[in-house]
């Protein structure tokens, strides 16, 4: 279905302060009111969380101010699989949609830019998502959209159509990087930091739908668009996030309240200066080396890696080199 604006979903667990605090940063977007909200709530996954789940599921019946509000409440936990749900529901159902968890706070521009973007690049062959999201510290290059080579994951708008889980799940895609020599390097070129999270996610222990959105877009050469400034500050870094501790950068991050001004007609190409910030953002030549290890006890276990490492020095010591180039 094509709409004027893309419909909202927000994933949820038990963090009712967080969940209340990205619902009412929503609400300050003009564009809230006419964008369809779609909650993923699961079940919870031990009589300790019931309550506070409980407490998200009451939240949710008196939310209002959006165009209609639809929670999907399963009654035991579905270990994600309601966010699967939720997710398919809405791509069949739209042309495209944005997606967040529940500890990002939106500023009051968030929702205008990642529909102008989703409306303008929807056509678009190289371009994979757009986030509403940009790191902490990123230089300011200007005050239009920029391009960078993976998907960040707090606030992000997709097109329906480029659906990657139609074709590979997470686990799969996950598992095919860490498994191709190619696929790897390139992905260690760009996020040096990522090879734990592509592991976890292959051997079954981790859901998470940005890294695997990440994985496609380096292998594939697709780039997101971002905003100049961070429409979004994630409050997971509090120490209450699953895959992050506490990070100030992050928590405290000062978001832009203004427009961005979307410029259609701006060449989509990484700026050479922005791929090495991320680069170097994400951990740099030493979690490029230890991503590396990582890579080679996947495959052939730490024992081999050890035993070859020791016979072989100076041919491993080049092939790490190839993979770093």
């Known amino acids: 279905m094509k709409s004027k604006y893309a ?10 302060d967080h969940f209340r605090q990205c619902v009412e940063s929503l609400l300050e977007n003009p564009e809230s009111s006419e964008s369809d909200l779609f909650i993923s709530s699961d079940g919870p996954t031990d009589p300790s969380s019931a309550e506070r789940v409980e407490r998200v599921r009451n939240y949710i019946k008196v939310i209002q101010g959006f165009k209609s509000v639809t929670p999907f409440l399963p009654k035991e936990n579905t270990n994600f699989q309601v966010m699967r749900d939720v997710l398919s529901f809405v791509s069949s159902n739209y042309d495209s949609y944005i997606l967040t968890e529940d500890d990002n706070i939106f500023s009051r ?42 998907c960040a994951g707090y606030g992000t708008g997709h097109w329906s159509y480029k659906n990657i889980f139609t074709a590979k799940s997470e686990r799969k895609l996950s ?7 190619n696929s790897f390097s390139k992905i260690n070129r760009v996020i040096p930091s990522i ?9 079954g222990n981790l859901a998470a739908g940005d890294v695997a959105h990440t994985i496609h877009c380096i292998t594939e050469n697709k780039v997101c668009v971002f905003p100049p ?15 992050c501790g506490e ?9 832009l309240n203004s427009d961005v001004i979307l410029d259609p007609l701006k060449k989509i190409v990484v700026k050479h200066e922005h791929r090495i910030w991320i680069f170097n953002f994400f ?14 006890v996947f495959n052939l276990g730490p024992i081999w890696l ?10 491993i010591k080049s092939l790490i080199k190839s993979m770093l180039v």
């Open 7 to 16: 419909p909202i979903i927000i994933t949820v667990y038990d963090r009712i």
């Open 109 to 150: 521009s968030a929702l205008k830019f990642l529909n102008d973007a989703l409306n303008t690049y929807a056509g678009s062959v190289d371009v994979f998502a757009v986030s509403a999201f940009l790191y902490p510290n990123f230089p300011i290059d200007g005050e239009n959209q920029i391009f960078l080579p993976c």
């Open 175 to 181: 598992y095919d990087a860490m498994r191709s020599i």
């Open 195 to 203: 090879a734990p999270l592509m592991q976890s996610i292959a051997l």
């Open 229 to 243: 400034i961070s429409l979004v500050r994630n409050t997971g870094y509090d120490g209450s996030g699953i895959r």
């Open 247 to 255: 990070d100030r950068r992050f928590s405290e991050q000062n978001i």
């Open 283 to 296: 951990g740099g030549r030493l979690a490029a080396i230890r991503s590396i290890e990582a890579f080679f």
């Open 306 to 315: 050890k035993k070859a490492y020791l016979k072989t020095v100076n041919p």
